[in-house]
């Protein structure tokens, strides 16, 4: 997580910044370009249709209800 002097890894930085933002920026570059490696992964498509927006809703790729933060597992 903390390699290369990153303060967060990527997935606790995607979780800060919302997953949402990351989402919808995603969709919207695959509607521009049609490029199929723009597509948000299914892991992120699944955690913003559920509602887990990262921090701002307290779970994300993370579970922000536990201290330290755990992993979520799916």
Request: aromatic share 12%; hydrophobic share 25%; no cysteine.
């Amino acid at each position: 997580e903390l390699g290369l002097n990153y303060p967060m890894g990527p997935f606790r930085l995607a979780d800060f910044s919302g997953l949402d933002i990351g989402y919808y920026n995603r969709t919207d570059k695959y509607k521009q370009a049609g490029d199929p490696a723009d597509l948000p992964p299914r892991a992120l498509k699944i955690r913003v249709e559920r509602g887990d927006l990262g921090r701002k809703t307290g779970r994300g790729f993370y579970d922000y209800s536990t201290d330290p933060p755990t992993p979520t597992q799916d």
